[in-house]
Every structure is written in C-alpha cells, then in structure tokens.
T-cell receptor
Framework: DAGITQSPRHKVTETGTPVTLRCHQT?????MYWYRQDPGHGLRLIHY???????DKGEVSDGYSVSRSKTEDFLLTLESATSSQTSVYFC???????????FGSGTRLTVV | AQRVTQPEKLLSVFKGAPVELKCNYS??????LFWYVQYSRQRLQLLLR??SRESIKGFTADLNKGETSFHLKKPFAQEEDSAMYYC???????????????FGKGTKLSVIP
C-alpha cells in the first residue's frame, strides 16, 4: 500500500457540472499536489498544498479550486467542468517540498 | 524560466541494446533532477534522483551542468523496461519557501523482443 488513494478512479460527467476529486493520504506528509496528465503535455501542476489550509496555484490552475481542511485530505474541485478538463488527474504527496513524490493511482475524468 | 525538455516522444530499442533517454533542463538555480517511471496501468514512481547517484534496475543518470543534461542510461534494455519515463526538475515556487517538481513531457520507451 503506497499510503495514498484517489477517488473516484473513473468519472464521466457533463459539461457545466461541478466535480470534486479526493486525495487521501495516511503518511502524514505535509505537502500534497494535484497534477493533470495529458498526451503531449506530460504532467502539469494544478495546485499544491504546504499545510492544512495552506494552498497555492500551479501552472494550470484556471477552472480549478482546492481545499485542505485536514492533513490527510486534499480535494480538487472543478467548479463547472469543461471538455478541456478531460484528463487523468494525479495526486502526489511528499515529506519534503518538491522531493520524493509518492503518486496516487490517478483519476480518469471525462467531460462530455 | 525553468524548463525540462525531453526531445523524444517515443524511443524504440531492441532487447539487449543500450538505452539513452535524453533530458535537458533550463534553470537559474542549483538544479536537482529526478527520473520518474510509469509502467502500464501503474502509478508513477521515483526511479532516480541525481543527488543519491544510485543505480536502480540497471539505470543510471549523471547530471552534466555544462550541457544542462540529465540523460537516463542503461547498457542492456529488457522488455520489462517498456514504460513512460519522465524527467523532473525541482524548482523554487512562489512563496512560503516552497519547491515543486516541473516535469518534462515524457518519453515512451518500447523495448522490442
């Protein structure tokens, strides 16, 4: 068990609906990250957290918001899903900032 | 601006042949580089970090600051090496003394039996 789980694993949603993805860790790591993975773009940082209630924007944050009310959970919300947000979303955790990431299994989101 | 470039989207080699996956970076600070690997239907996992200078699964990578490169090498490719490989650079980010990983676009390695 890698100590990090993402839910759901797969989701299909309609354009304009809100969607929340969950990342849960059992490692008590301070840092948590959300990335999206797209062909031809690799992994791009959406948002990250450096502590409870401490979050900041990444490279591609438009259309996304996050919340971290407790150490173990980092939520990613698409306020109004668009087709351009169809992607595979990965959560990662680390004890040190930007070092030794452990990744979740990913959530495949399809917006139709 | 910080950037990681992996020039090859796809690299095909025969089993037993040497492998070199290229990675170049652009960063004004002191670079810290990593290689991550994603096998089919598995999560991304750390393969190498340049600081530790270790060899994992026969792979090695040397940081060349003069050429701003961190190429991943293996002398004899195995079928189980087929995967997606990402080079990553640890960069300082906005406030709070935070660091993040910036990833390249990835290279898909296919080892032909």
């Amino acid at each position: 068990d890698a100590g990090i789980t993402q839910s759901p694993r797969h989701k299909v949603t309609e354009t304009g609906t809100p969607v929340t993805l969950r990342c849960h860790q059992t490692e008590n790591h301070r840092y948590m990250y959300w990335y999206r993975q797209d062909p031809g773009h690799g992994l791009r940082l959406i948002h990250y957290s450096y502590g409870v209630k401490d979050t900041d924007k990444g490279e591609v944050s438009d259309g996304y918001s996050v919340s971290r009310s407790k150490t173990e959970d980092f939520l990613l919300t698409l306020e109004s899903a668009t087709s351009s947000q169809t992607s595979v979303y990965f959560c990662a955790i680390s004890a040190q900032a930007g070092d030794g990431y452990t990744f979740g299994s990913g959530t495949r989101l399809t917006v139709v | 601006a910080q950037r990681v470039t992996q020039p090859e989207k796809l690299l095909s080699v025969f089993k037993g042949a040497p492998v070199e996956l290229k990675c170049n970076y652009s960063y004004s600070g002191s670079p810290e580089l990593f290689w991550y690997v994603q096998y089919s239907r598995q999560r991304l996992q750390l393969l190498l970090r340049h600081i530790s200078r270790e060899s994992i699964k026969g792979f090695t990578a040397d940081l060349n600051k003069g050429e701003t490169s961190f190429h991943l090498k293996k002398p004899f490719a195995q079928e189980e090496d087929s995967a997606m490989y990402y080079c990553a650079l640890r960069v300082a980010y906005s406030g709070a003394g935070s660091y993040q990983l910036t990833f390249g676009k990835g290279t898909k390695l296919s080892v032909i039996p």
